[in-house]
């Protein structure tokens, strides 16, 4: 069981889930279920496809954004619309979690967010952003 862990009111990151883990992230109010792990990165990982399949049997909507090394403009730009556009709770994950808020976080403080904020945020999840965000 994967730990969800909580990054604000709308978003939580976590590191790899698998499908059991979905009724569990709905039950706790998740609507949307971003994944930012490429398919195969680990033989053991279950695929988009079927977390895709659990997070929408569900009844949470779902989002493959896989991010290899860094985000792109455009992974930073989807993530950050769908944060936006979810109507609640976002549950994102890849292998640890920490490309999943730091490309959630690029996405905010290019929104005008403060830094500090967005550290200390991930600080309180478990995750350095400092070397991350521009200063």
Excluded: K
């Excluded at 109010?29 to 398919?39: M, T």
């Excluded at 695929?47 to 954004?65: C, F, K, P, Q, T």
């Excluded at 967005?118 to 200063?135: F, H, K, M, T, W």
């Amino acid at each position: 069981m994967s730990e969800f862990r909580r990054v604000t009111d709308s978003l939580s990151v976590s590191p790899q889930v698998t499908e059991a883990d979905m009724a569990r992230a709905a039950a706790q109010g998740f609507v949307l279920v971003i994944n930012n792990r490429p398919d195969g990165e680990d033989p053991s990982q279950p695929s988009s496809a079927a977390i895709e399949a659990a997070a929408r049997a569900a009844g949470m909507d779902y989002l493959h954004v896989p991010v290899r090394g860094g985000p792109t403009q455009e992974q930073v730009d989807a993530v950050r619309a769908a944060t936006q556009g979810a109507g609640g709770p976002v549950l994102a994950f890849c292998r640890s979690g920490t490309r999943s808020i730091v490309t959630w976080s690029i996405g905010q403080a290019l929104a005008g967010e403060d830094r500090e904020t967005l550290v200390n945020q991930g600080r309180e999840a478990g995750y350095d952003l400092s070397g991350v965000l521009p200063a």
